[in-house]
């Protein structure tokens, strides 16, 4: 089990409020007046053709893109995740390696921007059964294993808002598998989750956004 410690653990009362949110593209409104509200423990799938929107509504929550209009905020995390940029993970479907280093090497860069740590590297490559791979550089990877080591950045430092942008792209089913495992671990955990897909997650209490309608 993917656990927060002590230090990091919530009450129970963390909240992700999205309030009137409207997204653009090039000049060009894509959505608007966007809201909803996450609790501990819930989970939120959005879902839509190409072009509706999905990954512009996911880099606005994860503050990579203004809001056109509306807010996003995050409440509950007391001292430690105190706004949405503290609370947040955000895997989108670019993996944010770099080719030429190696594995560790990767993971150790992003550990060490993210704050205290949570699992180690090799802990965090066993999850993705991956650790293998530590000392081959990046871009020497299959686009299945890119993928996992790009999930196994999410267990380095505990973060309770995870934001993924189709988290499913160039894995298997076995490894989709395992990630819906550890994604209602993280939900079981308390945690909170956004993810953009066009595939079923295996979260039977999820909720949905479809955009483009």
Not at 42 to 67: D, F, I
Not at 83 to 111: C, I, Y
Not at 192 to 211: D, I, Q, R
């Amino acid at each position: 089990m993917l656990r927060c410690s002590k230090k990091c653990r919530n009450r129970g009362d963390m909240r992700l409020i999205a309030d009137g949110l409207a997204g653009e593209r090039g000049g060009e409104t894509i959505f608007a007046g966007l809201s909803f509200t996450l609790s501990a423990g819930e989970a939120l799938l959005v879902t839509g053709p190409n072009g509706a929107g999905k990954t512009t509504l996911m880099r606005v929550l994860a503050g990579l893109l203004p809001a056109a209009a509306g807010s996003v905020r995050f409440e509950g995390g007391g001292e430690i995740f105190y706004d949405m940029a503290s609370a947040l993970h955000f895997l989108g479907p670019l993996n944010a390696m770099k080719a030429a280093l190696t594995v560790r090497e990767n993971l150790a860069f992003w550990q060490g921007l993210a704050g205290a740590r949570h699992h180690s590297v090799d802990d965090a490559l066993d999850l993705v059964d991956l650790r293998r791979t530590a000392e081959l550089p990046f871009g020497y990877l299959s686009t299945g294993q890119k993928r996992r080591i790009a999930i196994a950045r999410l267990f380095l430092n505990y973060r309770p808002v995870w934001l993924l942008d189709e988290p499913t792209s160039g894995l298997d089913a076995e490894s989709t598998d395992a990630l819906s495992h550890f994604l209602r671990e993280h939900l079981e955990d308390g945690g909170l989750l956004v993810a953009s897909t066009h595939l079923p997650l295996g979260l039977a209490n999820a909720k949905t956004l479809e955009m483009g309608k």
